[in-house]
């Protein structure tokens, strides 16, 4: 069946640095995929999304990329705060069963 | 222009009893989805509903559980004769369309005694 799943549980990294939260996901049908942050206490917030016909999109500070060949999406935090700290979820967005979720990251930052 | 609306945000029920969790999309918004989180995992989806029709209800169990979005009103998710099982946070999202990013609430955390 379908599933959405991440490489690391958990991910510490000092203020200031860069980080990448990894997904990999099983359908290569899927054309749509959305990260989300999600703290302690409430609802996922919407991030960032890339279709695939895309390999590349950046917001403000966050990038994800898409390989469609390997079936990996990754998320790029710039300069990162103590606001990044949050569990971050890849999803990805059948419209036929509502979105799929990976298990989620947890990421810390470190004064 | 207001976000997603759920209420309550906690609720307590004892075994057996009737839970009901409501759910106003954002205005705008005419699909709703509602998702099952348990404790350090991801969301489930359950149920994805357009107004008074329920499009798809895969991820629901078939037994106890019902939703609806009427025509008026929010989006009401029911649990009858509720279990420990059932205990979880239950979000709600909504979209403008099936193909454009769903928004959440905050969610209702359900215990059951």
């Known amino acids: 069946g379908e599933s959405v799943g991440l490489h690391l549980p958990t991910l510490s990294v000092q203020e200031g640095d860069n980080s990448i939260i990894n997904c990999a996901y099983s359908?290569?049908?899927?054309?749509?995929f959305i990260w989300y942050k999600q703290e302690s206490g409430k609802g996922p917030q919407f991030i960032i999304d890339?279709?695939?016909?895309?390999d590349k999109r950046q917001g403000q500070r966050v990038t994800v990329l898409l390989n469609k060949t390997v079936k990996h999406l990754s998320l790029q935090i710039a300069a990162t705060q103590p606001g990044d700290s949050a569990v971050y979820f890849c999803?990805?967005?059948?419209?036929?069963?509502?979105?799929?979720f990976g298990q989620g990251t947890r990421l810390t930052i470190n004064p | 222009n207001a976000g997603v609306m759920q209420n309550p945000r906690h609720l307590v029920r004892r075994r057996g009893q009737e839970a009901r969790l409501r759910c106003s999309p954002m205005?705008?918004?005419?699909?709703v989805y509602w998702y099952r989180q348990l404790p350090e995992e991801g969301l489930k989806f359950m149920v994805y509903?357009?107004?008074?029709?329920?499009?798809?209800e895969s991820g629901m169990p078939k037994e106890r559980f019902s939703a609806e979005f009427p025509k008026e009103g929010p989006s009401i998710l029911r649990i009858q004769q509720v279990v420990r099982g059932d205990s979880a946070a239950y979000f709600c999202?909504?979209?403008?369309?099936?193909?454009?990013?769903?928004?959440f609430g905050d969610g209702t955390r359900l215990s059951i005694l």
């Open positions: 999202a909504s979209s403008p369309d099936s193909s454009r990013p769903q928004h």
């Open positions: 359908n290569s049908a899927s054309d749509y």
């Open positions: 890339i279709r695939s016909n895309m």
């Open positions: 999803a990805e967005n059948t419209s036929r069963v509502g979105l799929v």
């Open positions: 205005k705008g918004h005419s699909h």
């Open positions: 509903l357009q107004k008074e029709n329920i499009i798809d």
